[in-house]
């Protein structure tokens, strides 16, 4: 992309001395003061000025950018900053004002002349910073838009239209990965379906896929990946109640459970106070801990495995 075109004006001691510049270290910002004029307008006029000294290096309007000047040649823009520094020229509306394009396109154009020429934000000037003059009168007028416009002109890039800078084979990768959760998608596997378009891929194999695209379909997968894991978890979750309910349901966990307890309660009685159960006692509680538990069986609280096609057990 060409941020201007070059159309350098005639060599002319008023305009174009052709005196070679060895130093940038500023860019001075102006406006051209003649409400409606074009670039190309000011091209034609500096090409034929003859009774006074004056010009500047580039010159911005809505539609496009002329540079009329070699950047490494001086020109008349801001007196005793001319030999260390580039002149651009903000046309202006018929009203007075810059249009938001004239703008977008100044923002492009002097961030390409910082990065040639190394420069920061306090190199910017106003003609107004260097000699007082009402120029570019909008930014003079209301100084918190130049100071808006000098932070934009630092900021980072933030490109529309940038594309991903992908190898071809990490190109082919991501293709075949959209592709693959396409068809998914559209086949039921993937629940809900994370990508209906097969659009996605085809700009990853032709190498088109935006950033912000991309950052998007990123959030998509990682939505995807979430929901699919929440639901394996709580399968798993539901599955592992599952089984404990069914082990609390059980007569034979029970059965075991009793008997376990009756033999803690047997070693302790013997340690702590030496009393011995007699088996008899033994017996009977169980016995009666077995009647409980058929009782509970036939209601249906527990089941009894052992016995599937008893009357009173259900599995
Ligand atoms: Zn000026």
Redesign the pocket.
């Known amino acids: 992309m060409t941020l201007w075109r070059d159309q350098f004006i005639r060599i002319n001691e008023f305009t174009r001395p052709g005196i070679k510049r060895t130093m940038t270290r500023n860019l ?1 910002w ?2 051209t ?1 003649n409400p409606g004029a074009s670039a190309a307008n000011h091209f034609t006029y500096f090409n034929n000025l003859r009774d006074r000294y004056a010009s ?1 290096h580039i010159f911005i309007d809505s539609k496009e950018a002329v540079c009329i000047i070699p950047l490494d040649e001086l020109a008349y ?2 007196n005793q900053a001319n030999p260390y520094s580039i ?1 651009v ?1 903000l046309c202006i509306e018929r009203d007075g004002t810059f249009h938001v394009n004239t703008i977008k396109q100044a923002l492009a154009i002097g961030k390409e002349l910082n990065r040639r020429y190394g420069l920061t934000i306090s190199d910017q000037l106003r ?1 107004y910073d260097v000699n007082g ?1 009402i ?2 009168k909008p930014w003079v007028d209301n100084p918190s838009s130049w100071q808006d416009f000098k932070q934009q002109l630092f900021a980072p890039d933030t490109k529309e239209d940038e594309t991903l800078k992908l190898e071809q084979w990490q190109w082919k990768d991501l293709g075949d990965a959209l592709s693959n959760m396409y068809h998914l998608s559209v086949n039921g596997q993937v629940k809900p379906p994370l990508i209906t378009d097969y659009t996605w891929a085809e700009k990853a194999y032709t190498g088109r896929l935006k950033r912000d695209e991309f950052a998007w379909l990123n959030m998509i997968v990682l939505k995807g990946t979430y929901e699919e894991d929440y639901k394996i978890r709580r399968e798993n979750k539901m599955e592992k109640t599952k089984v404990e309910k069914k082990r609390l349901r059980n007569y034979g966990f029970w059965t075991a459970l009793v008997s376990q307890l009756l033999l803690v309660v047997q070693i302790g009685a013997k340690l702590l106070f030496d009393y011995t159960l007699t088996e008899d006692f033994a017996a009977e509680i169980v016995l009666f801990v077995d009647a409980i538990l058929v009782v509970l069986a036939t209601l249906g609280i527990i089941s009894n495995p052992t016995k599937p096609d008893g009357k009173y057990f259900n599995l």
Do not use: I, L, N, S
């Open positions: 001075v102006h406006y003061a500047a823009h801001a002149g020229e003609h003059k120029c570019p």
